[in-house]
């Protein structure tokens, strides 16, 4: 069964400061990656997504992923009280549908 | 505004009733996909339909849950004799290509009493 892992958080960092968020996934076949964030009572919105290793930049996110050691992460820099919120990892592996973490709560205090 | 559209918003309803959602997605967009969500977890993967083929089914999804793309267009999710266990919010998404970014809608919060 395919598995993507996240710390559950909360996650909490002070304004300013740079938020690190991880996940892990369980198959190596995987070809896509996307971070979604979620305030609470809404729904996933798309932040960001990468296909190959590397990091890949906008703004003040930025999405790092190595296929070698199955991990995906997004860096969210100059932290703004309203990035609180549950960022969510999702990934695709061939024709298969996404498969989502249980998502890291982040906190940043003002 | 082009972007997913769920109705309702929210339902409640009587243990044992049906219910039936609405999903319209972004047009260009020939991917739909529903996914259920309760507290604390990532949305679960219901089913998903290219264009008016539904492709795949997950296990959650028993038989009281049927879903339709009649034209390859909007998407009706419908829940049969209702339970408890089926209160969650029920996430639609839509997607240009297998592998591409999903957008949600604002999903339907399904409260059962």
């Given at each position: ?37 979620q ?10 997504f ?5 990091d890949?930049e ?12 199955q ?20 990934v695709?592996s ?14 940043v205090?003002? | ?26 047009s ?13 977890q ?16 997950s ?27 089926d ?10 290509h ?8 604002d ?7």
């Amino acid at each position: 069964q395919k598995e993507v892992e996240q710390n559950s958080g909360p996650l909490s960092v002070p304004e300013g400061a740079i938020a690190s968020l991880n996940c892990t996934y369980s198959d190596r076949g995987s070809q896509s990656f996307f971070w979604y964030r979620q305030y609470s009572g809404k729904s996933p919105e798309l932040i960001m997504f990468i296909y190959s290793n590397g990091d890949k930049e906008d703004g003040r996110f930025t999405a790092q992923l190595n296929k070698a050691s199955q991990y995906v992460s997004l860096l969210i820099r100059d932290s703004q009280p309203s990035d609180s919120a549950t960022y969510l990892c999702a990934v695709f592996s061939g024709n298969t549908p996404l498969v989502f973490g249980k998502g890291t709560r982040l906190s940043v205090i003002a | 505004d082009t972007g997913v559209s769920q109705n309702p918003r929210h339902k409640i309803t009587k243990r044992g009733q049906n219910v039936t959602f609405r999903c319209d997605p972004i047009s260009e967009h020939n991917r739909l996909y529903w996914y259920r969500q309760t507290l604390g977890q990532g949305p679960e993967f219901l089913t998903y339909f290219q264009n008016e083929a539904q492709l795949e089914k997950s296990r959650l999804l028993s038989d009281r849950f049927s879903a339709e793309r009649p034209k390859g267009s909007f998407s009706t999710l419908e829940i049969q004799r209702t339970e408890q266990g089926d209160s969650a919010m029920y996430l639609c998404a839509s997607s240009l290509h297998q592998g591409q970014p999903q957008h949600f809608g604002d999903g339907t919060r399904l409260s059962i009493l």
